[in-house]
């Protein structure tokens, strides 16, 4: 989950233009205020912070650009947008537990989370993933899933390869780990490269980016996007 800034100019010349802003709030605050300064005719968003956007679209609602948002919801009062589009973060998080489920079997045994807190959409996805596991477990005598690690996997590839290091070298029981996007989950199956450690750890991830199914049909490691 790579956060944007999606700008779309005015005819005659109507184009997109997307900007990878990298989770770096401030970046993404400054090519907002760069677009007001372009009287762009509408600017699409994934907030990096949903408070901290807040002032940088109130400049573009005064301007009358039309701002939207997606995945990640504005919280900033008086900070007004048109329409959020939105994934059912929840849901995909109990539909990554039970992949995971799946992928574990019935000796269950114990699981990682690299998580990122703070995005909304990310503590939404852990959340549904706890819910599922807690009602798995609760009708099981025995084969669990515990969670044994929920660390900061940055959102991001090399963050995620760092924090799946360290999980596996904690937790040499470790059979599987939820990566809240396919950056991290990328980043984990590094980890677990060069670990020695694909045939052993599953990772489950999330969004189902083309790379990350490409690493999966390539059996690098035991992946479920």
């Not at 750890?201 to 199914?213: K, L, M, Q, T």
Request: glycine share 10%; charged share 25%; with cysteine.
């Amino acid at each position: 989950m790579y956060v944007f800034v999606l700008m779309i100019r005015r005819p005659p010349r109507s184009t997109l233009f997307p900007y990878t802003t990298l989770f770096r709030s401030e970046t993404q605050i400054k090519h907002v205020g760069d677009f007001v300064e372009q009287d762009v005719s509408a600017i699409i968003l994934i907030p990096c912070d949903a408070k901290a956007i807040g002032p940088a679209i109130r400049r573009a609602n005064a301007t009358e650009i039309p701002v939207f948002t997606v995945d990640i919801r504005c919280t900033a009062a008086d900070a007004k947008v048109v329409s959020h589009v939105t994934t059912d973060n929840l849901l995909g998080g109990k539909q990554a537990a039970q992949a995971m489920i799946e992928a574990l079997g019935i000796q269950g045994g114990e699981v990682a989370i690299l998580d990122f807190k703070t995005a909304e959409a990310c503590r939404l996805r852990t959340r549904g993933f706890f819910i599922e596991i807690a009602n798995y477990n609760s009708r099981r005598n025995g084969g669990e899933i515990k969670v044994v690690a929920h660390l900061d996997g940055g959102g991001m590839k090399h963050t995620g390869m760092r924090a799946a290091q360290e999980a596996v070298r904690a937790h040499p029981d470790l059979r599987g780990i939820f990566a809240i996007n396919d950056p991290s989950a990328l980043g984990a199956s590094s980890a677990l490269i060069t670990a020695g450690l694909t045939e052993k750890v599953s990772i489950i991830g999330f969004d189902g980016r083309s790379e990350a199914r490409r690493v999966g049909k390539e059996g690098r490691s035991r992946w479920s996007p």
